[in-house]
Nanobody
């Protein structure tokens, strides 16, 4: 079992940057692939980025490639999402996700946090 708590959201103007953090509890954090998902008002939750347990492989949605960077520090039970060149369409609630797996044609996950709001104004 992994419990996740996100932080670092806020309001920023287009072109700005934010860094999201996710604090995980539980000894098994280092065993899991982790990721970030987001949900905008009126839309379904969508995949943003994922990272394997040893940071050996990183995966990004096309919409954030080149602008967002996912990273983790297993010794700190911490997951991060550095977001640069933010756009108004990045506005959403961002969720940290645990045990992310590619199943069929989509990413799925077993654990998630309460989310943190990111608002980008034009």
């Amino acid at each position: 079992q992994v419990q996740l708590v996100e932080s670092g959201g806020g309001s920023v103007q287009a072109g700005g940057s934010l860094r999201l953090s996710c604090a995980a509890s539980g000894r098994t954090f280092a065993n899991y692939a982790m990721g970030w998902f987001r949900q905008a008002p009126g839309k379904e939750r969508e995949f943003v980025a994922a990272i394997t347990w040893n940071s050996g492989n990183l995966y990004y949605a096309d919409s954030v490639k080149g602008r967002f960077t996912i990273s983790r520090v297993n010794a700190r039970n911490a997951l991060y999402l550095q977001m640069n060149s933010l756009k108004p369409e990045d506005t959403a609630v961002y969720y940290c996700a645990g045990n992310v797996q590619w199943v069929g044609t989509e990413y799925k996950y077993d654990y998630w946090g309460q989310g943190t709001q990111v608002t980008v104004s034009s």
